[in-house]
């Protein structure tokens, strides 16, 4: 989907830009931290001194994203003069300020370059250069497409990260959003030694005894509604009114109770 044009206007501004911070919105998903660390990988190998600075923790089922620590939690007093430093700022999976959180006027009053990178719908012009496609599965799809133009060495680490964002975008490739361009990304990623099972188990087989306890109280509590389309539960606990949504036929568990 990325355009000639576009991959040039990519590659001269990562030619003339050295201090990159790369970033994404709050509440990273597989998509986002998967991006992030395939373009640090891509920078890395171009020499460029690159942060990847988020503000908010990785989940426990993405930590494998980040063996190396190259994500780092944003801090106020340790991150402020790196991000005053940087003459490149590259948004990925996010193009609504209101997303970067802590980060948000510290990034809007730098005068370094930004580029927005994403696959959802915008209002407005969010960088100096935006490179959106709605019909993309995810960004993950963006940047392997832009990997690609350039001629990037792929290694397994850049396969693994783009393989994640693909598999946690599309619903492990049941949602409507997976194309047969997104077949043929995730069959080429396979030729690069990724271990797709393993790759599964840690995104999505890691629940701690916790989480299971509330899923179970949760089933166990089930009203319906809308000729058996929609399912709800209350859940008390602390005080707390944790209410979740089951969309019955799009199998998404929506709600704010947490892991522990």
Request: glycine share 4%; charged share 20%; net charge negative.
């Amino acid at each position: 989907m990325i355009s000639p044009k576009q991959v040039n206007q990519l590659t001269k501004y990562f030619s003339v830009h050295n201090i990159i911070v790369i970033t994404t919105h709050h509440n990273p998903d597989g998509d986002a931290l998967g991006s992030e660390i395939a373009m640090y990988q891509y920078l890395k190998f171009l020499g460029k001194t690159v942060h990847i600075i988020n503000n908010s923790e990785i989940p426990k089922n993405y930590q494998f994203l980040n063996k190396d620590k190259e994500i780092q939690l944003f801090d106020s007093q340790l991150h402020r003069p790196l991000l005053d430093k940087a003459d490149l700022f590259l948004f990925l999976d996010i193009s609504d300020w209101g997303r970067l959180s802590e980060m948000d006027q510290l990034i809007k009053n730098s005068s370094a370059v930004k580029i927005c990178v994403d696959h959802h719908h915008v209002n407005c012009q969010f960088a100096n250069l935006d490179i959106i496609y709605e019909h993309a599965s995810s960004t993950g799809e963006l940047i392997f497409e832009f990997l690609k133009a350039v001629n990037f060495s792929f290694d397994k680490k850049t396969a693994i990260a783009l393989y994640t964002c693909l598999l946690t975008d599309t619903g492990s490739f049941r949602f409507s959003n997976t194309t047969a361009a997104t077949h043929r990304i995730a069959s080429e990623l396979l030729t690069m030694g990724i271990n797709t099972k393993e790759i599964y188990g840690l995104v999505y087989e890691q629940n701690s005894r916790s989480k299971m306890a509330l899923l179970g109280e949760a089933l166990n509590h089930l009203n319906y509604e809308c000729n058996g389309k929609i399912a709800w539960f209350v859940f008390n606990e602390r005080n707390v009114c944790q209410i979740s949504c089951l969309v019955l036929g799009h199998g998404r568990l929506f709600g704010n109770a947490e892991d522990d």
